[in-house]
């Protein structure tokens, strides 16, 4: 930890500690070393590691220097608590970033693996004291590949956040897409104004920011659109083809799927081009898979005839990874995408079928 209580109860800062004097942690009151070296960032820890549930001990020196970068750079527009005590949750999240008009931030900085579960219990005691959370990637998350699951868990206004600490580089991600057999895709941008954007209050980010929420939007919105560079268009869709075919025969397709489309004269090699176009990111399944399900559910509801566009959405809810929050913005764009091919017509709550599509014949 960075922090300390001295023996005036006042809050010091490790790098600015005295070796002679008295330490405690500020959690669980029991007495602290200061550590320091060349190698080390200057940190405290507990003399008797045992009895602490507010401290997690054996910080790296990634995140005791991350903390201390977020920290400085924070402290420059906010007024920040470093590792806050949270008693009331036994928690105690690396930054708490206080904002004028809107809830406080907790930062976390996270450099080592956190398993799904326990990131959702500090997430969860977080947001029970009404605050927000934005986690902050080390250097390990850094350097690999995320898969759309891991980075779906950490978003925060549709963005991740790093900072690696040997290169004092802090980088956001954003614009996400994801098309069926390729690498997940998305623009990155470097330096602090990224994380300074996303802190500002809603309403200014509404306003000015074209480089945060209006361009998540617009992400959204293109992601979906069966967008493909005419040229380009039939070899994508050949090797999509190919690649399902593949997933057929290595027994990679649920069955239960395959005899769906087979009961109805359909085969999965030729399901409608319309269905090998989606680049959505934030679902669980394949894009081919979830368009051909929302293909067969309007198949279901037959030509001219009408469904309430909270049932259609009611269904493919569950396509899409648990901890995205854009759900609801793919699935608008998406029927707007199905308007605009002319194969529903949107009428207040309700969608009319107007042209089914097409599999593709031998
Ligand atoms: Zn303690």
């Known amino acids: 930890m960075l922090l300390a209580i001295n023996s005036s109860n006042q809050y010091i800062f490790a790098n600015l500690a005295n070796r002679s004097e008295r330490y405690r942690c500020p959690a669980c009151k029991k007495p602290v070393v200061l550590r320091h070296g060349q190698q080390n960032v200057a940190h405290f820890a507990h003399q008797v590691q045992a009895g602490c549930h507010s401290f997690t001990e054996g910080e790296t020196i990634d995140h005791l220097l991350g903390k201390m970068a977020l920290y400085q750079h924070f402290a420059k527009d906010y007024r920040v608590v470093v590792e806050p005590v949270l008693s009331q949750i036994s928690q105690r999240p690396d930054l708490l970033v206080k904002r004028p008009r809107e809830t406080d931030l907790a930062i976390e ?174 679902l669980a399944v394949p894009n081919w898979h979830f368009r051909l399900v929302l293909v067969l559910l309007l198949e279901r509801v037959r030509l001219n005839h009408w469904i309430v566009e909270e049932r259609l959405s009611a269904r493919l809810r569950q396509y899409f990874y648990p901890s995205f929050q854009d759900h609801e913005k793919i699935l608008k764009a998406t029927y707007a995408d199905l308007a605009a091919s002319g194969v529903i017509c949107l009428q207040g709550n309700k969608i009319l079928v107007i042209k089914l599509l097409q599999f593709v014949a031998d």
């Open 109 to 282: 900085y996270q450099c080592s693996p956190i398993g799904k579960k326990r990131l959702q219990e500090r997430n969860e005691g977080l947001k029970s004291l009404g605050l927000e959370v934005l986690w902050v990637l080390g250097p390990a998350y850094y350097q690999r590949r995320l898969s759309g699951e891991l980075t779906c868990r950490f978003l925060y206004g549709g963005r991740l956040f790093f900072y690696v600490p040997k290169q004092k580089r802090f980088d956001t991600r954003f614009n996400f897409s994801k098309t069926d057999f390729h690498k997940l895709q998305y623009e990155s941008q470097t330096g602090f104004a990224a994380i300074a954007a996303s802190l500002a209050s809603s309403a200014e980010k509404d306003k000015s920011d074209c480089s945060g929420r209006g361009t998540i939007k617009q992400s959204v919105v293109d992601q979906t659109k069966s967008v493909c560079p005419t040229s380009d268009l039939d070899q994508h869709l050949l090797y999509q083809r190919t690649k399902i075919t593949l997933l057929m025969v290595q027994g990679r397709v649920k069955v239960d799927l395959i005899n769906y489309l087979y009961e109805r004269g359909h085969r999965l090699d030729q399901i409608p081009d319309w269905c090998l176009l989606g680049q959505a990111f934030g």
